[in-house]
C-alpha cells in the first residue's frame, strides 16, 4: 500500500550506505486524480490489457518481465504497482517516466551491463541491494525488469528462490524457462555461488517473502 504523502521526494541520501554508488531512484510523484481523460484510454481495457514480454507473477506482490512498453501501460495499471526495479544502465524512456509519474510509481534502477559469455560480469553486490528492495513489503507490488526479461531478471529471481530454499536445479529450470536458448550457463554459476546468509536477518517486518517460508 503506497504511504499516504506523496510529495516525499526520494533521494540517493535515503538509499542503504552502498546503495550510493550503485542504486537511481527518481521521485515520488502524486498519482493523478479524477483523471478521466484518456492519458491511457479505459474504455476498452479489456481489449488492451497485453503484458510485457515474460511476464510472470514471481510471489505475492513481485513480478517479473521485459522492457515495457506504452502498448503494456494499461496492463500494468491494473497490478496496482508500487514500484518498478529496473535492471540495465540505459535511462529510463520518457513514455515510461511519464507512466510512473502518472500512477505514483517510484523507480528503483540498478545499471547493470549486458555482456555476452565469456565476459558476463554480474555484480554481487548489486544484487544484493537490489534483493532487499524486493523483499521489502513497502516497496510492494513492484515489478522486476531488465530488457528482455532473460538474464538480469532471472539472476535477481535466481537468487530469491534460493532465499526460498528452492533447491538448484529447481531455480535453473526457472531461469532457463525464461532465457530459452539463450541460458548462459554464467548466469547459473553465479546463483550457484551467490551466498544469500546476509540477507536471512532483514528486520522484521520488511520481508514477508521470507516469513511465509521460515
Known amino acids: 500500500m503506497k504511504e499516504d504523502s506523496y510529495n ?10 552502498r546503495s550510493h554508488q550503485m542504486c537511481r531512484t527518481i521521485e515520488e510523484y502524486a ?3 479524477d483523471h478521466h481523460v ?4 479505459s474504455t476498452s481495457d479489456d481489449l488492451n490489457l497485453i503484458p510485457p514480454l515474460n511476464f510472470a507473477m514471481v510471489d505475492n ?4 518481465s521485459g522492457f515495457p512498453d506504452s502498448a503494456n501501460f494499461s496492463f500494468l495499471q491494473t497490478l496496482k504497482l508500487t514500484s518498478i526495479i529496473y535492471l540495465c544502465p540505459e535511462p529510463y524512456p520518457e513514455a515510461n517516466t511519464e507512466f510512473l509519474k502518472f500512477n505514483g510509481i517510484k523507480l528503483f534502477q540498478f545499471g547493470i551491463e549486458s555482456y555476452k559469455e565469456p565476459f558476463v560480469n554480474i555484480p554481487e553486490d548489486t544484487i544484493r541491494e537490489a534483493l532487499k528492495l524486493v523483499l521489502d513489503v ?3 507490488p513492484v515489478l522486476i525488469h531488465c530488457n528482455r526479461g532473460k538474464h538480469r531478471t532471472g539472476c535477481l529471481v535466481g537468487c530469491l528462490r534460493k532465499l526460498q ?9 526457472e531461469y ?5 536458448a ?3 550457463v554464467s548466469d547459473q554459476r553465479f546463483m550457484e555461488l551467490f551466498d544469500v546468509s546476509s540477507l536471512k536477518h532483514l528486520p522484521i517486518g520488511e520481508c514477508s517473502v521470507l516469513h511465509r517460508i521460515n
Do not use: E, Y
Not at 516525499?8 to 550506505?17: E, I, V
Not at 484518456?38 to 484510454?41: A, G, I, K
Open 165 to 173: 530454499r528452492w533447491c538448484l536445479s529447481s531455480v535453473f529450470d
Open 61 to 64: 506482490g513481485i513480478f517479473r
Open 38 to 41: 484518456d492519458m491511457l484510454s
Open 8 to 17: 516525499t521526494k526520494l533521494s540517493l541520501n535515503q538509499q542503504p550506505a
Open 31 to 33: 498519482p493523478a486524480v
Open 182 to 184: 539463450k541460458a548462459r
Open 138 to 140: 513497502r516497496n510492494h
Open 176 to 180: 532457463q524457462r525464461f532465457a530459452a
